[in-house]
């Protein structure tokens, strides 16, 4: 009999590699007290936090905690229902109400994750006979939905204006097509030109969708990522994001000023076929977008402790996904997957953590030290994780 578990004997040997040379399992870190949006006690050892995504803070904030405990005891702790059956409570329609005024649009529509949101969106919107033009750097959950969605997908270089152009150009006239790209790339922590790329998709006929995940809340000046920041908002026909990330709960969603787009409730099965996000999940969210409205001064914090930390590991020697820091994300490359762990379990050791990406979610089968800063972050917590970085370099050999 076949092992259905054969293809995955690569990963299964990589991983007992790696634990084999005696370093600590990357990949299954236990916070055993979280104390703060930036520090926890891991492994018994208190750890500041950069790389959770976090952006804004908003996972400790008073009146967020304050709205989540009141919708569970008004509510209870789950609806245990779909959002077209019994599972849509006052508090789903508030958080999409709150989506419609951050972003300005006419629709909200929320999902459970953020992954089922680009699940759900474009698998629906691309069928089959559709044509699927994106960035060959785009996440996991853009690719699902391409393949759930049976659409003709027609990859491009990362960033590549002129590639991207090409590729539209080859596909008829007359066919559907979506552009589909992310304001922040989450792995290199790099942005899009989005104003040159969406004047392109418009001038051939394409529709276009913007994963703002890692942008939504803290760049722009409203918070609402990079489309709004090199002032194009209003040319993209759908936003998606995440309550995981600057929201600082969970659960996913689109934004909308189609004028067909409330038909989705119906047809995305995605949403028509999961429960409901729990009325708690909701109300905290609600709560934090409001407040991220009126966060100019977080976000400008958070750019000085990007710019701080960018210029202080690339100082001491570090090789860096970008030259000049773009985002949150500051993505610090190893020279292999064996030194990079090294790195990682160095710097745990001093009291830092920080994702390990690896291939195949890096581009280039790079393995990456990934630093997410928060708007929670000191001045003192960035130098002191500079500090860090250049204790565990030298130990590690890195530099």
């Not at 019994?86 to 329609?93: A, D, E, K, V």
């Not at 993505?331 to 090294?342: C, H, K, S, Y």
């Amino acid at each position: 009999m076949t092992d259905l578990f054969s293809k995955f004997d690569d990963i299964i040997e990589m991983r007992r590699a790696l634990l084999a040379s005696g370093v600590e399992d990357p990949f299954s870190l236990v916070m055993e007290r979280v104390l703060s949006p930036t520090v926890a006690v891991c492994n018994g050892r208190e750890t500041i936090l950069v790389g959770t995504y976090n952006y804004m803070g908003m996972t400790f904030d008073p009146d967020v905690i304050a709205a989540g405990k009141e919708a569970l005891d008004l509510y209870g702790s789950g609806t245990t229902g779909s959002r077209v059956l019994n599972g849509t409570y006052s508090g789903h329609r508030e958080v999409e109400q709150a989506l419609r005024e951050f972003y300005a649009m006419d629709h909200a529509m929320v999902f459970s994750t953020g992954y089922q949101a680009n699940l759900g969106i474009i698998s629906t919107i691309a069928g089959k006979g559709d044509y699927i033009v994106l960035d060959i750097d785009s996440h996991a959950s853009i690719w699902d939905g391409c393949k759930l969605g049976d659409a003709e997908v027609v990859p491009f270089k990362h960033n590549d204006i002129e590639a991207m152009e090409k590729r539209l150009k080859r596909i008829p006239e007359d066919a559907g097509k979506l552009v589909i790209l992310e304001g922040v790339y989450s792995m290199m922590g790099d942005i899009a030109p989005l104003k040159e790329m969406i004047a392109i998709a418009k001038a051939n006929g394409a529709m276009v969708l913007v994963d703002e995940a890692h942008s939504m809340g803290f760049i722009g000046p409203n918070g609402r990522g990079v489309a709004e920041d090199q002032g194009v908002l209003d040319q993209v026909d759908f936003v998606i994001g995440t309550f995981s990330k600057s929201v600082g709960t969970v659960g996913g969603f689109c934004v909308s000023n189609h004028p067909k787009f409330e038909v989705m409730r119906l047809v995305c099965r995605p949403y028509v076929f999961t429960a409901s996000l729990p009325p708690s999940v909701v109300a905290t969210a609600a709560t934090s977008i409001r407040k991220l409205m009126h966060g100019h001064n977080k976000r400008q914090h958070l750019w000085e402790n990007s710019r701080t930390l960018h210029a202080g590991i690339k100082a001491l020697g570090f090789k860096l996904g970008t030259q000049t820091p773009q985002s949150a994300i500051i993505a610090v490359i190893m020279p292999d997957l064996e030194r990079g762990a090294a790195m990682w379990e160095a710097l745990l050791h001093e009291g830092l953590y920080v994702n390990l990406a690896r291939p195949p979610a890096t581009p280039a089968n790079m393995t990456l030290l990934r630093c997410s800063l928060c708007a929670e972050h000191t001045a003192d917590q960035v130098e002191r994780i500079i500090g860090i970085f250049e204790r565990a370099g030298k130990a590690a050999g890195i530099i």
